[in-house]
C-alpha cells in the first residue's frame, strides 16, 4: 500500500477544498481556521448533497456554496442504481483536483439529521485541533 494512503483522511468544507493549492508532488494545501494556516491532504472527509448523477460521477454541494465532482463511484457499494439527486452522502476520497475527488467510500447520511447538523461543528472542531486552538492534556 503506497504511504499516501497510509496518511488520515481531513474533514473539509468544499468551498475550502475549491480554494486547494497543488503541492505537486500529489497532495494539496488547503487553508483552514479563516485562512490562518494550512494542511497538506491527500484523502479527504466531505459531506453534501447530490446535485445530479451521471455515469460514473456525482456532483456534490454542501453549505458552504462549494461544489465538487466525485468520481469513480461505481467502485462503492452504495452506488449500484442507490445514487439520487437530495440525497445527502459522506464521501471519503483522494482529493485530485481542487474541484474532483476520487471515491473511495460512501455513505448515504439522508435519513441521519443530526449527521448533517453536526457536520460544521466536527470540521470547526478539528480544524481548530489541527491548528493548536484546542490543546489535549493528559
Not at 11 to 28: C, P, T, Y
Not at 54 to 60: A, E, H, R
Not at 72 to 93: E, F, H, R
Not at 97 to 108: E, F, L, P
Amino acid at each position: 500500500v503506497p504511504a499516501k494512503f497510509l496518511k488520515p483522511f481531513y474533514k473539509f468544507r468544499l468551498s475550502q477544498l475549491n480554494k486547494a493549492v497543488s503541492s505537486g508532488d500529489g497532495e494539496w494545501e488547503v487553508s483552514i481556521c479563516d485562512g490562518s494556516d494550512d494542511v497538506r491532504v491527500h484523502m479527504v472527509w466531505v459531506q453534501g448533497e447530490v446535485t445530479s448523477v451521471s455515469g460514473d460521477s456525482l456532483v456534490l454541494r454542501d453549505t458552504s456554496g462549494g461544489q465538487v465532482t466525485i468520481d469513480s463511484v461505481s467502485s462503492t457499494p452504495l452506488a449500484c442504481g442507490q445514487l439520487t439527486p437530495g440525497q445527502y452522502l459522506q464521501v471519503i476520497g483522494q482529493l485530485v483536483a481542487r474541484d474532483r475527488i476520487k471515491c473511495s467510500k460512501i455513505t448515504d447520511l439522508t435519513q441521519n439529521k443530526h449527521c448533517q447538523q453536526l457536520w460544521d461543528l466536527e470540521v470547526n472542531e478539528l480544524h481548530n485541533l489541527l491548528a493548536g486552538k484546542i490543546v489535549i492534556s493528559n
